[in-house]
């Protein structure tokens, strides 16, 4: 195995990490809008916020 494997196998971890990621985000913004309207989306931080800092997981602490 040589070193430009290890750099694809890493980078098809990162894409489809970033890809799962972003469906997460989606999905629980989405659940929050459904049932809080607007007064949950004012509570959770931004997408981009949400998406980029990947120890954001539980978004329950948000809610509050």
Do not use: C, E, Q
Request: charged share 20%; proline share 2%; no cysteine.
């Amino acid at each position: 195995m040589t070193i430009y494997d290890l750099l694809f196998l890493v980078n098809l971890f990162v894409m489809f990490f970033g890809l799962y990621r972003n469906y997460w985000v989606f999905k629980k913004r989405a659940r929050v809008n459904r049932y809080m309207r607007d007064f949950g989306h004012d509570l959770l931080p931004s997408y981009s916020t949400m998406m980029l800092k990947f120890w954001i997981w539980d978004i329950n602490k948000f809610l509050k």
